[in-house]
């Protein structure tokens, strides 16, 4: 299911007499929101406990026609044109279909989409803190580059991702020695392998052409990587039965994690367990 929340009006710093007045103002200009009849398409599988938030932003293109005012300010600002469509969380791998406009109109106020900002949520767990989300986008120019692949004879072009589980033992004070993960998503080449070196791997999107859009379909292939990381170097050392995660240690500094030459190494909790190795808990 895609949920879809359209948020083109500015009105949280209004008040008193001006927040009368503009709210009776844009209560009339909301009746002439719309969407454009040109789209395109963001579509694809997502992995089980996977979803998608994609946040369309629209460039006015008539500003003095966009305002709006914020009594926070003290003036009239640009109005933000945003649409943006959620999909929620399955158990089992699930497709999403995302109809996107070009363009957006209120009153005299006309955008043109410029963004489409990714947001990839994942759920490792039922408890509320049981998630992480990685960034991605599409940017929306005149013309696309060259060096942009094209879109094939069907109408479609594939943008890969590639994401990766990263775990670490939890300091918030609530479930402090516990489990916790982060989610790492990167754009890997035409082999699905990502580059080793983290500062280099590129976030998961494409430069599109908006002459060439309309019509057209971008089709996300998002995948999970089976073998889950630490989330810092050193923090972790991996046995046949498992990782071991290294002992906390007191310096003049701080308190460190980190793996000596010989280690040593501490218990966590997991599931209610006492654990010495993660995922399986005993050795």
Not at 89 to 95: I, K, L, T, V
Not at 115 to 135: D, F, N, P
Request: proline share 7%; glycine share 8%.
């Amino acid at each position: 299911m895609i949920r879809k929340l359209i948020l083109p009006l500015s009105l949280a710093f209004l008040g008193g007499c001006t927040l009368t007045g503009s709210l009776a103002k844009e209560g009339v200009l909301s009746l002439t929101e719309r969407e454009g009849r040109e789209r395109f398409t963001l579509a694809g599988e997502l992995p089980a406990h996977f979803s998608i938030q994609a946040t369309a932003y629209f460039s006015p293109d008539n500003p003095e026609r966009c305002q709006v005012y914020s009594i926070g300010q003290g003036r009239e600002v640009t109005r933000e044109l945003i649409t943006q469509y959620t999909t929620t969380y399955h158990d089992h791998p699930a497709d999403f279909s995302m109809n996107i406009p070009l363009t957006y109109h209120i009153g005299l106020c006309n955008g043109t989409l410029q963004q489409v900002a990714l947001l990839i949520r994942g759920r490792y767990g039922e408890r509320s803190w049981q998630h992480h989300a990685s960034h991605g986008g599409l940017a929306i120019v005149d013309s696309r580059p060259e060096q942009a692949p094209p879109f094939n004879s069907d109408g479609t072009v594939t943008v890969r991702g590639y994401c990766t589980w990263l775990f670490q033992l939890s300091k918030a004070r609530a479930w402090s020695g516990q489990i916790s993960k982060l989610l790492s998503c990167s754009e890997p080449d035409e082999h699905w392998q990502l580059d080793p070196d983290f500062a280099k791997r590129r976030s998961i999107g494409a430069v599109l052409g908006r002459d060439e859009l309309a019509g057209k379909t971008v089709r996300l292939d998002l995948r999970v990587n089976p073998e889950e990381r630490p989330a810092m170097r050193e923090t972790w050392i991996e046995f046949p039965q498992g990782w071991k995660p290294c002992a906390e240690e007191e310096t003049p500094e701080g308190t460190w994690v980190w793996c000596r030459n010989p280690p040593t190494f501490r218990t966590f909790s997991m599931g209610g367990k006492e654990c010495t190795v993660y995922p399986n808990c005993k050795e």
